[in-house]
């Protein structure tokens, strides 16, 4: 079996988006003096969209959604002559090959996204080719069902926020996560407002139910540090993303500076971030991207690194390419999961993109064993009808 062609579609969602709160997710941008609201830069409207064709008539299909146009432009300059001809079934050989020659401007970030997405098409065609699910051919079923966490709870209005998370419950979620609004420039009246959002979830669902709270890279260490002691109250089972990801050290130092577990790493790249960041006892819960960190054939020596560490792999953002990383391991207990809804930030656009994508149903999903490979269709009705094809 060989590589016949590549295609490469970037889209950008053209419908209607709903609109959100102002400080819905503190993020990195938050300390600069900006007249326009910062969480714009991490909005999603577009997602790249890859298909590798094979001569015997096998479609694998990877996504990316970091930066779409220029992951596209990586693949289409430095990955495609790598991969025309060759045999999908090499994926080591090919993602050092991809690695290894984009390595002087690569490592990390887009190129790492676009091998990703290149990564996640070929284990696809692996599937169908052996008549598998790819979690099979990662180890198998290591749980019935897979429980999910509901993701969304974005910073709003109290009684707004409650409203949602009593949803969540009602629906047979025993976990959810919650964003935080305020950081650092937001002074000492925003750090009562994220104690607020962290009391309203909690109050609203009980304590036996698990809430986990997100602060996006918007923190400093100062900032996580005065935090911490005001969320102990609230039992969260993770604390995210409370300082930029190039400060493994504020990790390592939160993580022993408090009783809250903390997870991080969804914007950490490939097994040499993570070895990093296990050795610095970083993290709590490592929760890499599929599709950012180097594909199926870097979650899984990752997923194995932090096994032997004892740190659970909660990857980011559900979504197939995950889910059947989770299957397949279990030092995953659980998974993201971004509920159905109208386009807002973005995170939920894989929903419009493919058809396939489990749905939640009493706080899990699954994957069915008789569909082969990572089981997607690109639904091409609705990316004509919704989408603007940009390139
Ligand atoms: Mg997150």
Redesign the pocket.
Known sequence: MNIREIRTRVVRWKGKTVSIAPHFCTNPMDLLPLSTASMSTFTFHYWLIVEIFTDDGHVGIGNAALAPQVSKQVIDLYLKPILIGADPWDTELLWQHMYRKTMAFGRKGIVMAAISAVDIALWDILGKSAKQPVYRLLGGRTKTRIPVYA?RLYSDELNKLAEEARGYKDAGYKAM?LRFGWGPADGAAGVQRNVELVRTVRETVGSEIDVMA?A?MGWTLDYAKRMLPLLEPFQLRWL??PVIPDDIHGYAELKSYGRIPIAGG?HEFTQYGFRDLLAARAVDYI?FDTNRVGGITQARKITALAESHSIPVVP?AGQMHNYHVVMANLNSPIA?YFPVVDVEVGNELFWYIFDGEPKAKDGFIDLDDNIPGLGLTINEKNLAENFEVIE
């Open positions: 993701s996560k997100d996006y995210e993303e969804e929760q980011h993201e």
